[in-house]
């Protein structure tokens, strides 16, 4: 009972907090149930948490179409993995040189690594470079490469857990017996980076599945190269249209799996939704680590 | 003796050249392993800085995308003689500010109402609710927000509104409700991590400060004004000047997909980067696109560099560069 006479703090925590976390997953309790309700009592009743009837039909649907949502998922792990491990291998061993302090050059090395933390010269300019120089429009490295594969921050973070969480006394032995700096990189240092590599991965890793600006930018609308988020999105850009042009589905020239209907819609966005909540106890633990990490930096 | 001493001082140099030849050659595998990010950094970061150029030129595709004539800064007194770079810039700022504000007040006082709750697994089951909607794509998001507001089959209109007789309420196409809509929205998206980052700052606070005040008598609501906010002080000011050095930014994921890009919106969810996107993707319009992309890219840099500056005077390890 030591706490006893702050009990009421304790209460409205408790109070709030739940408020909090009903509001966080209430809107995913509506999708989900909106998507095994029956298509008509959506159209007349709207989406509701208690549908007059239950329907498997969107789910259906969905099968049927896994042609086009199974290519996303294909091209959504694929960019992921290409991405993550390209990333976070690049940053590691940039990460890695700059923690080397008798490296000559090492601060100019630096400031061209921070100087792009400072300033940036923005999407378009960089639209520009990676259509007109590089041509990256409708391929997947349009998905891959712009923006997302690796910046300062994490490169910084590489080199401040190589420099302080490796055990000097270690780098000194692995010296001494002449070990060459890229073999002490990979057989000692990396052995012991677990934690830093998960903490950089896990982030990225969702960075690029839940990337859909990519997309966005450097596919065009009949790519064959569309992630699961590319296809949400191009849903979204149809009923856009529609509504702009106030076109009804039957003249607007655009496929019903190009538009699909109310129910169909919210189980897209489940199954865009399923692989992220089943990694999502693994995914918060190092997102909380790095954040916990970046937050004792100094 | 003169010449002795040259020749030392000769020979010291060659050693020193030497060495300082060998201590190259040992660091070139170095060299080779940070080549790859460098590569990118070159392509990703670097590069772009030439394409910046297109702001201050005529854009001439018979001439090539590069090479139109210079202008100076006629795009730029263009950009600005509409009314449009008004909007983005004052909704920016606005947007900004309230998300800071705001932000800042309700993320604290959840994270001080959490950090009374005693009971682990309670803690937990908070902390991993409200973290699961920032792990959600904003794309997925906005099927959230459709099935609440959509003025046909939405939630609010259907359950909420009809029962009470309130006439429904076309959502997308009302600019007044957006800036609550947004703040709801960019809340309910970041309050999970903004949570867990107080709450790593709180557990830091040495615990015998509360022991110590109790043993004094003090109420809870004198510990929290003379032990934990004092000692979260540094971190909110912190936040708050790295949040204002980012003040022409916005999260276009908020502001393109939550109002669904609708175009009755356009007064009250238009940011630079959302004006930016359309100027160049929509419109085509590479040249203003550029002028505008400029003019964030420096305007962010001086706000940034401030703020780095600002808060180095106020405490060197937190810098950011």
């Known amino acids: 009972m030591k706490f006893g006479r702050y009990k009421k703090w304790e209460i409205s925590g408790h109070i709030v907090l739940s408020i909090l976390a009903l509001l966080a997953i209430i809107p995913f309790l509506l999708l989900i149930i909106s998507s095994f309700s029956d298509e008509q009592s959506v159209v007349r009743n709207g989406y509701s948490f208690f549908p007059e009837k239950f329907s498997l039909v969107a789910y259906q649907y969905v099968f049927e179409q896994w042609q086009m949502i199974g290519k996303g998922y294909m091209v959504t792990v694929i960019v992921t993995c290409i991405g993550t491990f390209v990333g976070t291998s690049i940053s590691a061993l940039l990460g890695w040189t700059l923690s080397r302090k008798n490296l000559p050059g090492r601060s100019m090395l630096l400031f061209i690594v921070t100087f792009t933390m400072m300033f940036h010269g923005g999407l378009t300019a960089q639209y520009i470079i990676y259509t007109q120089i590089f041509e990256l429009k409708n391929t997947i490295l349009g998905l891959i490469l712009p923006n997302l594969l690796m910046n300062g921050y994490f490169v910084m973070m590489f080199r401040n857990y190589f420099e302080t969480s490796i055990p000097g006394s270690l780098l000194e032995a692995a010296k001494i ?106 995914l918060q633990k190092w997102l909380v680590r790095g954040m916990t990490e970046g937050a004792v930096k100094e | 003796m003169h010449s002795v001493e040259t020749k030392q001082k000769i020979e010291l140099t060659k050693i020193a ?169 960019h809340t309910w998206h970041g309050i999970g991590y903004s949570l867990l980052m107080y709450t790593a700052r709180i557990l830091a606070i040495p615990r015998e400060y509360y022991e110590a005040a109790e043993i004094d008598g003090a109420t809870k609501w004198q510990q929290l004004k003379h032990i934990t906010l004092p000692c979260l002080k540094p971190v909110i000011i912190l936040m708050t000047m790295l949040a204002l050095g980012r003040m022409f930014s916005s999260d276009f994921g908020l502001f393109y997909q939550i109002p669904m890009n609708s175009g009755a919106l356009y007064s009250v969810t238009t940011t630079i980067d959302t004006y930016s996107f359309r100027a160049l993707m929509k419109l085509g319009d590479i040249t203003m696109a550029s002028a505008t992309g400029v003019f964030q890219s420096f305007v962010g840099f001086i706000l940034l560099f401030l703020a780095n500056y600002a808060v180095g005077k106020f405490s060197k390890d937190n810098r950011l560069f």
């Open chain 2, 17 to 185: 050249t030497k060495k300082k030849r060998e201590n190259f050659k040992h660091y070139i595998p170095l060299y080779l392993m940070a080549l790859p990010a460098f590569i990118y950094l070159f392509v990703n970061n670097y590069m772009p800085l030439y394409g910046m150029k297109l702001a201050f030129t005529e854009l001439d595709y018979a001439k090539g995308v590069f090479n139109g004539d210079w202008v100076g800064f006629e795009n730029f007194k263009f950009l600005f003689s509409t009314s449009d770079a008004w909007i983005m810039i004052r909704n920016t700022v606005l947007y900004n500010l309230l998300f800071i504000v705001f932000g800042t007040a309700f993320s604290l006082t959840v994270a001080l109402l959490f950090n009374e709750i005693m009971n682990k697994a309670a803690r937990k089951f908070y902390q991993s609710l409200t973290l699961i909607p920032y792990v959600i794509s904003m794309v997925i998001v906005s099927y959230l927000g459709f099935a609440f507001l959509s003025s046909e089959t939405g939630f609010i209109n259907n359950s909420i509104l009809k029962p009470l007789g309130i006439d429904a309420i076309s959502w997308y196409q009302e600019p007044k409700y957006w800036p609550f809509i947004l703040l709801f929205v």
């Open chain 1, 177 to 282: 017996d002449g070990a060459s700096e890229v073999k002490t990189f990979f057989k000692i240092v990396l052995p012991l980076s677990g934690p830093i590599v998960l903490t950089i991965a896990l982030p990225l890793g969702l960075l690029y599945w839940n990337d859909w600006t990519n997309g966005l930018y450097y596919l065009s609308r009949d790519s064959n190269l569309q992630s699961i988020q590319t296809i949400l999105n191009n849903i979204n850009e149809n009923i856009k249209f529609l509504q702009d042009n106030n076109l009804g589905t039957a003249s607007s020239g655009i496929s019903s799996a190009e538009l699909p209907s109310t129910t169909i819609r919210m189980a897209m966005a489940v199954v865009g939704i399923v692989p992220i909540i089943c990694a999502f106890p693994f």
